[in-house]
């Protein structure tokens, strides 16, 4: 596996960029492992327990060898096993604290098991949860990060519940996972093709990119967004393919990713298109260079999965392509020198 | 909304059976989820409506009420298999029906609202398929 320079992040890539790949006909965990490690994707490798194993959260002790035979098989290091703390699993009531800290900590274990050293939750696992997963995560050394993705910013309550708590804790075993959907420059024009595909006037499309691109709040545009999609007759489904829009794609500048330090324990490179600029490879909806400099100047040696997630609109692109033109842009970047500090 | 909407309802999902007309469907969610997140089938089949409490759903072999999904927490509908919809209609092999679906995900990790409400996915589908 190449790897970056020592000292520097660590690239890899998570299988759920290759959601759309997943249900080709003849493809199975082990080929698609394989694959990534055939294309030097790694080395680091993160799944979606509940996408990629059958069985998730009880996965038998075959099945867990059998994992673990094909990563170890492929040369591929284990970076962080993706788990869901389904709160709404039941219709109308959420899971109680000890029903949830039970779901989670079952699939930590499972992560144990499996050889992966970091988890991912979602910011609906409580900061009261976390703090009683801690002696679980410390007992089976795996940390769990929970993941900052869009709408979520720096400012957004929760995020600064959980700041107050890594600090208080100051531990390794509990931390952030920062996800580029937060901090975008851009909506990805992977989107024009689902909204095409959905009946929606590409007029709408482009007004809900200008109306996102504007300064000010996100949260705040909504009631503009729906008065401007109303006017021009949109259905109230295709309101709602909207309003996603402004949902799906955090506009936080990415200068700020800074103030998740020293609580970042894996960052997911989330990304919806690679493409060739005037100074080679770039992402028009995501400011790499800003985000490199700060995961340098941080001095961050943990994984950036690389998550390709314009596989949700369009399938159009190949994933693994998307992926070698990131990696491709991500050591260049990572690599060169330190820029200024602003 | 998306490429996966396309492969809900595919082109051999259809079955004639004794009791009916099978129709496997696949999941547009990325991930597997609870048997109680097969919340809204909202299903036409010749443009009549089929009431849920006619249905029942096949999956991971067990054939159950669609009513008691809602229970089926400990169960769940993988990424690439599908769940069986039983439509209690008259049908026979190479018939063809025109099947439309309005299938509401629950995803129980996404809460929206003061109310932390699961956000329903929907995915449309209209097809005039043959069954087998």
Known sequence: MTDTAPGLPRLGTTLFSLSLEQRKPGRDFANLVAEVAARDLGPGLEMVAFQSLRGWPRPSDEQISGVRRVIGESGLTPSCLAINNDLGLYPGRLLSDDESYEYVAVQVRGAAALGFPVTRVGVETSPAI?????????????????????????????????????????????????????????????????????????????????????????MAKFPELERRAAEAGATPAQVGNLKMLFTMHGKMAPEQWADFFPHVVHVHGKFYGIVDGPDGLTDPSIDWPVVARVLREQNYTGFISSEYEAHAYSDRYNAFDQIRAQHDMLKRLLEAEPAVVR | ?????????????????????????????????????????????????????ALSVTVNGHRYAFAELAEKGDEYWFTTDPAVVHVPIETAPGRQHRVQLLLGLSIPYILTGPDRVPLVAPSATDKTLTAA
């Open chain 2, 1 to 53: 909304m998306g490429p996966l909407d396309d492969q809900v309802v595919r082109a051999d999902s259809l079955t004639a059976t004794p009791d009916g007309l099978d129709i496997a469907i696949y999941t547009h969610w990325y991930r597997a989820l609870p048997l109680p997140s097969l919340a809204r089938v909202d299903l036409t089949v010749d443009g009549e409506r089929i009431d849920t409490a």
């Open chain 1, 130 to 218: 976390l703090e009683r997963l801690l002696p679980l995560a410390e007992e089976l050394g795996v940390t769990i990060g929970v993941e900052i993705h869009a709408p979520l910013t720096i400012e957004a309550p929760p995020v600064a519940a959980l700041k107050e708590l890594f600090t208080r804790l100051d531990t390794p075993w509990l931390g952030f996972i920062p996800d580029m959907s937060s901090s975008m420059r851009a909506v990805p024009d992977a989107v024009d093709d689902a909204h095409r595909a959905a009946g929606i006037a590409p007029e709408l499309t482009a007004m809900t990119k200008e109306l996102w691109a504007e300064p000010g709040p996100t």
